[in-house]
């Protein structure tokens, strides 16, 4: 009979530390996604070796609840936009668009803590040429 109160006794001393443990994160919707990412964002791309440096500015799409539109996309320009898809996976795609005469299609990938989003896309000129970019999306750390 000890050892039932003293497991009893136990029980109850460790229950309430439980309670303590971190569940793991819920996994967000769409829509939550997009109110974490509508902000402006310090860009460091690669294009084929050469570094470019420059803002964007993701915004909720006001017709499609699943999409954002970034203006100054690779540095196009602040009054044009491409259009992305977001995933609650915290994937985003890049539907193929023209943009300014370029083609535009690819990928990213958003963090955690929704502090960066990793890109892989590449760029079709009007003449046909295709250049590949890489590089990450920064919000309010170094990069």
Known sequence: MKLFNKSILLLFLILPLMSCIDEPAQPAN????????????????????????????ISADPIDDTRVLISNFHKIGTDLTVSVIVHKDLTLEIPEQIVNNQVFKGSGIVSDDYTQITWTYSIENDNGDIVQVTGKYSYGISS
Request: aromatic letters at 10%.
């Open 30 to 57: 769409e829509q939550e996604i997009i109110k974490e990412i509508s902000r402006e964002w310090t860009c460091n791309m690669d294009e084929e070796g050469f570094p470019i440096d420059f803002n964007a500015v």
